[in-house]
């Protein structure tokens, strides 16, 4: 069992940057896929950056591609997400999640946080 707690997240105009924790509990933490979606209101989640687990591999979404960048911090048992950059069409909430086989997609991950808000405003 994975249990996620985001934090981080705020208002902020843009072009600023804000960096968002993912404190998870749990020993295999770090043997898992950690990814990164987002939510805007009346839109679907969306993927926007994960590391796997073993060789620390990452991905991203083409619009979030050289101005966020993803990091663990295995000791600690944290994820985190580097925004820079950032745009009011990167208003959402953030949520972290974890799984063993994560990919692209949302349905491919077992373990949720509750979400940290983001608001960029113009």
């Known amino acids: 069992q994975v249990q996620l707690v985001e934090s981080g997240g705020g208002a902020v105009q843009a072009g600023g940057s804000l960096r968002l924790s993912c404190a998870a509990s749990?020993?295999?933490?770090?043997?898992?896929?950690r990814a990164w979606f987002r939510q805007a209101p009346g839109k679907e989640r969306e993927f926007v950056a994960s590391?796997?687990?073993?060789?620390?591999?990452?991905s991203y979404a083409d619009s979030v591609k050289g101005r966020f960048t993803v990091s663990t911090d295995n000791a600690k048992n944290t994820l985190y997400l580097q925004m820079n950059s950032l745009k009011p069409e990167d208003t959402a909430v953030y949520y972290c999640?974890?799984?063993?086989?994560?990919?692209?997609?949302?349905?491919?991950?077992?373990?949720w946080g509750q979400g940290t808000q983001v608001t960029v405003s113009s």
């Open positions: 999640a974890a799984d063993q086989l994560g990919g692209l997609g949302s349905t491919e991950y077992v373990y």
């Open positions: 749990g020993r295999t933490f770090n043997a898992y896929t």
């Open positions: 590391i796997r687990c073993c060789g620390g591999s990452t």
